[in-house]
């Protein structure tokens, strides 16, 4: 059993802003070694990544309260919980995954009004609060949640399916959003995360383009030197 030094929002608070984070998708790990993996990237990882989906939502099912919990014995870093569920679950979801370890959970800006309750839940339940966006998803959508959130994550793919390349407009979508965070006064408060197509390629574009994190699959799991490739993504600057 692994005991945290912070939790919740004073562990977000924690999280390096002079360059870029190193975000892990465990989605991406081998899931019939979890503790292994987990064991070989916790001198790597900034904070862990976790995907859950309702199968309505996304095409498939992702992750459940009870390994999360289980994930959370096993680390002292961060957990960031992605709910890809609908929006008469997800606050129910939200207070199920805070009860088992997420130290933030960021819900889609899709799921409108709801989202924004589960927003409020997540803080009076201990946690931080984000907000995700779908690709073909107005980035406008997420202004209501501006005022309310630590973590704007954007997607760079079509949610849910892996391998896909980055969409051209990835990158232009993460600018008018740190647009949109200017002008809530809330630039220097909210991380700016981009997740999906994370190649060697197209990190470098991503960081240019102002992502303050990168969602890291198989690119960090996969590598067989993680510091040579952690030292690498963490020297990216963002464009001047």
């Known amino acids: ?3 945290k030094t912070l939790s919740g929002p004073d562990a977000i608070a924690a999280l390096p802003r002079n360059r870029l984070l190193g975000e892990f998708s465990l989605w991406s ?17 900034d904070l862990h990544h976790i995907d859950v989906a309702d199968a309505r939502f996304t095409p498939g099912f992702l992750f459940f309260p009870d390994l999360v919990a289980r994930i959370a014995g ?6 960031h919980v992605h709910l890809m569920v609908e929006a008469e679950i997800v606050e ?12 933030l959970v960021s819900v889609h800006a899709e799921n409108g ?13 201990g946690a931080e609060a984000g907000v995700v966006l779908r690709l073909e998803t107005p ?42 965070m200017q002008q809530a006064g809330r630039e220097t408060d909210i991380i700016l995360a981009a997740d999906g ?10 960081r240019a383009a ?30 001047a």
């Open 1 to 3: 059993m692994t005991t």
């Open 29 to 45: 790990a081998d899931l019939a070694n979890m503790e292994r993996d987990l064991k070989r990237i916790e001198p790597h990882v």
């Open 74 to 79: 096993l680390t002292a870093k961060p957990i």
């Open 92 to 103: 129910e979801q939200t207070r199920q995954f805070i009860e088992a370890g997420a130290d």
């Open 113 to 125: 009004e709801a989202g924004l309750r589960a927003v409020r839940l997540a803080h009076e339940l």
């Open 139 to 180: 980035v406008a959508a997420v202004t209501p949640f501006l005022p309310e959130v630590a973590f704007v994550t954007l997607l760079g793919t079509s949610i849910g399916v892996k391998g896909q390349s980055l969409s051209d407009q990835a990158c232009p979508r993460l600018i008018e959003a740190r647009t949109l």
């Open 197 to 206: 197509g994370i190649r060697h390629e197209t990190v470098p574009r991503l």
């Open 210 to 239: 102002g992502a303050e994190t990168v969602v890291l699959g198989s690119l960090a799991f996969d590598d067989p030197d993680l510091a040579q490739r952690m030292a690498w993504l963490r020297g990216l600057k963002v464009a």
